[in-house]
């Protein structure tokens, strides 16, 4: 008679369910670390809100939200302002940011409504866009600060009984600041379609016309230029002998152009602008300067500005800086 069968052994499902609990530990395990890291994320926001009010700052949001499982961090802020003691601030009705939870050390933030600039005994200027965005990184053993702000068609209008900006609309904005070796920064201003408020030493130099502008520096020192406030990091970086040398400027419109290439700029006791910047002027046509189609130097000295023997302006600060001499 043949053989009976064996007993057969129960089949294993370990390996049939191993995988599916693993994905269930891990999605329980990242979702209690992502809530840490929200909850750290609001932790540190509140704790530098408050030493900075001790400082003497504004720091202050009515609304906060903070989303983005699984990967992300989205921060919303509503009704954001921050302002340093001198009196330049920030404001923005609705204020977002994001960046990656499990490396937060690279944000990205949008202003959908726009920012509102403050700037002391000058007032306010609303500046609105199509798009306004920022971005804000750290790299190297010191943390040093990347950043990154563009604008897509700006319009920049003063508050009532506010000092306007230089220009009044511009098609880009750019605004780049990142480190170099040595304790040094680099730092680059675009404007690209931008149109002069009447009366300004743009519109005077391309009179109705839009202009293109780039200005590169590298200021030295950087790390120096730091404090409470800005007149007390401008104090501390120029006293140090900190330096702001011009790599390339140019402004252009109309085919027309003023450029610089050289030369320094620093801050002299009284926080005004100082030092002296050689500008060709062989492509600029229809302004009233001196020696038109040659070179000449611009000079910033006791708070005057002068185009070769020309006197354009008035005393010419950084902000409040001469406040806190």
Known sequence: ???????????RRFWLYAPYAALAIGVVGWSIAWQAISWRLASQMDQTAQRLRAAG??????????????????????????????????????????TYAY????????APAGVTLTRPGKGAVAMTGSALRASLGFSGPLQAPRIAVEGVRMTYVPAPRAAPLPIAASDRLGLYVRP????????????????????????????????????DVTLSKASLLNGRDWPAAARAWSAAGGTAGVVHGEVSGGGSALSA?????????QGRLA????????????????NPGGKVTLTLKDGQMTIGPAKIGGPVRIGAAARAY
Do not use: C
């Open 261 to 269: 290439n050289g030369g320094a700029l620093t801050l002299d006791a």
């Open 103 to 110: 490396a937060p050390d690279h944000w990205v933030l949008v």
């Open 180 to 215: 170099l070796a040595g304790d040094q920064a680099e730092a680059q201003l675009r404007l690209d379609g931008a149109r002069p408020q009447t009366g300004a030493l743009l519109e005077r130099l391309f009179p109705g016309r839009p202009v293109n502008l780039v200005w």
């Open 1 to 11: 008679m043949p053989d009976l069968d064996s007993p057969r052994k129960p089949p």
């Open 275 to 290: 030092g002296s910047v050689p500008l060709d002027l062989t492509r600029l046509s229809g302004a009233s300067l001196p």
């Open 57 to 98: 700052w504004t720091v202050d949001w009515r609304d906060r939200a903070i989303n983005g499982y699984p990967f992300r961090l989205d921060l919303t802020l509503i009704g954001a302002r921050l302002a340093e003691p001198s009196g330049w601030g920030l404001a923005a009705d609705k204020l977002k940011g994001e």
